[in-house]
């Protein structure tokens, strides 16, 4: 004997399940396809978006830090972009500190860093004491105060050493920041920064191996190099500080350099 | 009258081996055919296979009947599988000798090579689901094929035992080996309409259009045995159907929803 209605709800089921697998496969499909061609839409736009980055990073890694000062080839000219974005807070820290305390009274941290420096492309010839290798020694932090501490060890100016020691003062801490961040990513930027700083706050032995750095790693950055001619006028190599812009201004046309040039020459930036 | 219209479409496909529902389709036709020929000329034995419902059974019956008439024909459907019996049987039917007691082989061999054969009258013994045998009774057929006073067919499903049956022990005494298949989706159309024709129920025939038909044919996989559960099960929900709720009876195509319906009943679904 024939259960009808059982028969029945059987075969519903059945009918549904049958209908519902070719559709759900075809949705399936369709979504799978679907992600598919969001992520590699969104692959295609992030490679974009990434491949300047990534001949940054070429560039950096291609420029790093060399221990030979006679370094005779010619700096690679890079036309991309960086741009330097310290946290704002930092940044207002550092001008306060830079102005609220003269960099000589409080020497909170010294950093011992060993910084082989690279010849710029101009001063293959002209920059005789850099020649030899120069090592710029800057101690890591000690936290006992100096409270007398000198500015600085002109001994570079005496005589080519083989190290520079430079005992910085200032706003140490958020500039060893800054360095540690450039010796992570070897962003020229950031070097540009530390030379700046540096130079603001009256380091000029530092100033001049970070613009070198710079130099070294973006040939083309002019900031770059009127902070390498300034510390040089102001450590007393006035000669190489204005050869070095001349060379620089020959290749780049500065008209900020060529200003510097006249000050210098002229005797109105010492 | 559509009852008894729903009731003679349904009997018709009530699974039986009766020569009188053989349907004739062009496949089969071709098979007898040249099942007859092979049969007709002097050979030890022949082999007939294929999975089961595909007609073998149905077959031997038909030529059963069409060679019954001119020659010894003798088919046994259901295996005599105790050997003692076995040669009493043929004894008795093929040489009309009654055993009352033991009869072993060799005493039936000798039977056998004793006997002459009067205007190649030569015996043809059929054996149905002879998949069934023991192996040594099959030795045993072999040994008497080679005779050539025996002609056997043996009919059996598809199966390994069949492989080396076919392929080892008969290997050099078989001169015929037919396959049987499934129906294909045009065969198994004219084997529905051509048997509800056959009883006479035109009307249910036409119901069975070509979407039916592919239903079918989904659910059956074209064998004809399952194809006869599934129809009569489908005649016999529209039954209920006709007595109960007739408004569900779509008279000019087999409803999808009732085939479905025979399927799971017969369990040719799984739902």
Redesign the interface.
């Given at each position: 004997m024939?259960d009808?209605k059982e028969?029945?709800q059987?075969?519903r089921?059945?009918?549904l399940?049958r209908r519902f697998v070719p559709v759900a496969i075809i949705v399936l499909v369709v979504v799978v396809f679907g992600f598919g061609y969001l992520f590699s839409t969104v692959e295609t736009e992030k490679k974009v978006i990434q491949k300047p980055s990534i001949a940054i990073k070429a560039v950096a890694v291609k420029s790093k830090p060399e221990t030979k000062i006679n370094d005779t080839k010619p700096a690679e000219i890079v036309q991309e972009q960086t741009v330097l974005s310290p946290a704002m807070d930092f940044v207002q820290s550092m001008k306060n500190h830079s102005s609220a305390q003269p960099p000589v009274q409080q020497v909170s941290q010294i950093r011992t860093v060993v910084v082989q420096v690279p010849a710029p492309v101009v001063q293959q010839k002209s920059i005789e004491p850099i020649k030899e290798p120069s090592v710029v020694v800057v101690k890591q932090p000690e936290i006992a105060r100096q409270p007398e501490a000198p500015k600085m060890n002109h001994k570079m100016e005496s005589a080519p050493k083989t190290s520079i020691n430079i005992e910085r003062s200032g706003s140490g801490s958020e500039i060893d920041q800054v360095i540690k961040r450039f010796q992570t990513n070897q962003n020229p930027s950031l070097s540009l920064f530390v030379a700046k700083k540096s130079y603001e706050m009256g380091d000029y032995h530092q100033a001049l191996n970070y613009a070198l750095i710079t130099n070294k790693i973006k040939s083309d950055i002019a900031d770059s190099w009127i902070i390498f001619a300034k510390s040089l006028v102001k450590l007393g190599r006035k000669e190489e500080a204005a050869k070095t812009l001349k060379e620089y201004i020959s290749f780049s046309g500065s008209t900020e350099a060529k200003q510097l040039m006249d000050d210098i020459n002229s005797g109105r930036f010492k | 009258m559509k009852v008894e219209l729903f009731t003679k479409s349904r009997d018709s496909f009530l699974d039986s081996t009766s020569v009188e529902n053989y349907i004739e389709l062009d496949r089969a036709s071709m098979i007898y055919k040249s099942l007859l020929e092979a049969v007709s000329k002097p050979m030890k034995m022949a082999l007939l296979f294929g999975k089961p419902g595909t007609g073998k059974s149905m077959l031997l019956a038909k030529l059963y009947q069409s060679m019954s008439q001119n020659q010894k024909v003798f088919l046994y459907s259901t295996p005599i599988l105790d050997e003692d019996e076995f040669f009493k049987v043929l004894a008795q039917d093929l040489y009309g000798i009654k055993y009352d007691e033991e009869l072993n082989f060799t005493q039936f061999m000798k039977i056998v090579e004793n006997r002459e054969i009067i205007d190649d009258s030569i015996p043809f013994v059929m054996l149905d689901e002879a998949q069934l045998y023991l192996e040594p009774l099959m030795e045993k057929i072999r040994l008497l094929s080679d005779t050539r006073k025996v002609k056997f067919l043996i009919s059996l499903h598809k199966t390994q035992k069949e492989d080396v049956v076919a392929k080892e022990h008969f290997q050099t005494r078989i001169s015929k080996t037919i396959e049987l298949e499934n129906a294909s989706m045009d065969e198994l159309k004219i084997y529905i309409q051509k048997k509800l024709m056959k009883a006479n129920c035109l009307e249910t025939a036409t119901m069975f259009t070509q979407k039916a038909i592919k239903t079918i044919y989904r659910l059956t996989a074209g064998n004809y045995r399952n194809t006869n559960k599934l129809l009569y099960?489908f005649f016999?929900?529209g039954l209920?159907?006709l007595a109960?709720e007739p408004k569900k009876i779509d008279s000019n195509e087999a409803s999808t929803?009732m085939l479905?319906?025979a399927a799971?009943?017969t369990g040719l679904?799984d739902?």
């Amino acid at each position: 004997m024939l259960d009808i209605k059982e028969l029945e709800q059987r075969q519903r089921n059945y009918a549904l399940k049958r209908r519902f697998v070719p559709v759900a496969i075809i949705v399936l499909v369709v979504v799978v396809f679907g992600f598919g061609y969001l992520f590699s839409t969104v692959e295609t736009e992030k490679k974009v978006i990434q491949k300047p980055s990534i001949a940054i990073k070429a560039v950096a890694v291609k420029s790093k830090p060399e221990t030979k000062i006679n370094d005779t080839k010619p700096a690679e000219i890079v036309q991309e972009q960086t741009v330097l974005s310290p946290a704002m807070d930092f940044v207002q820290s550092m001008k306060n500190h830079s102005s609220a305390q003269p960099p000589v009274q409080q020497v909170s941290q010294i950093r011992t860093v060993v910084v082989q420096v690279p010849a710029p492309v101009v001063q293959q010839k002209s920059i005789e004491p850099i020649k030899e290798p120069s090592v710029v020694v800057v101690k890591q932090p000690e936290i006992a105060r100096q409270p007398e501490a000198p500015k600085m060890n002109h001994k570079m100016e005496s005589a080519p050493k083989t190290s520079i020691n430079i005992e910085r003062s200032g706003s140490g801490s958020e500039i060893d920041q800054v360095i540690k961040r450039f010796q992570t990513n070897q962003n020229p930027s950031l070097s540009l920064f530390v030379a700046k700083k540096s130079y603001e706050m009256g380091d000029y032995h530092q100033a001049l191996n970070y613009a070198l750095i710079t130099n070294k790693i973006k040939s083309d950055i002019a900031d770059s190099w009127i902070i390498f001619a300034k510390s040089l006028v102001k450590l007393g190599r006035k000669e190489e500080a204005a050869k070095t812009l001349k060379e620089y201004i020959s290749f780049s046309g500065s008209t900020e350099a060529k200003q510097l040039m006249d000050d210098i020459n002229s005797g109105r930036f010492k | 009258m559509k009852v008894e219209l729903f009731t003679k479409s349904r009997d018709s496909f009530l699974d039986s081996t009766s020569v009188e529902n053989y349907i004739e389709l062009d496949r089969a036709s071709m098979i007898y055919k040249s099942l007859l020929e092979a049969v007709s000329k002097p050979m030890k034995m022949a082999l007939l296979f294929g999975k089961p419902g595909t007609g073998k059974s149905m077959l031997l019956a038909k030529l059963y009947q069409s060679m019954s008439q001119n020659q010894k024909v003798f088919l046994y459907s259901t295996p005599i599988l105790d050997e003692d019996e076995f040669f009493k049987v043929l004894a008795q039917d093929l040489y009309g000798i009654k055993y009352d007691e033991e009869l072993n082989f060799t005493q039936f061999m000798k039977i056998v090579e004793n006997r002459e054969i009067i205007d190649d009258s030569i015996p043809f013994v059929m054996l149905d689901e002879a998949q069934l045998y023991l192996e040594p009774l099959m030795e045993k057929i072999r040994l008497l094929s080679d005779t050539r006073k025996v002609k056997f067919l043996i009919s059996l499903h598809k199966t390994q035992k069949e492989d080396v049956v076919a392929k080892e022990h008969f290997q050099t005494r078989i001169s015929k080996t037919i396959e049987l298949e499934n129906a294909s989706m045009d065969e198994l159309k004219i084997y529905i309409q051509k048997k509800l024709m056959k009883a006479n129920c035109l009307e249910t025939a036409t119901m069975f259009t070509q979407k039916a038909i592919k239903t079918i044919y989904r659910l059956t996989a074209g064998n004809y045995r399952n194809t006869n559960k599934l129809l009569y099960a489908f005649f016999e929900i529209g039954l209920y159907y006709l007595a109960n709720e007739p408004k569900k009876i779509d008279s000019n195509e087999a409803s999808t929803v009732m085939l479905e319906m025979a399927a799971i009943h017969t369990g040719l679904l799984d739902a």
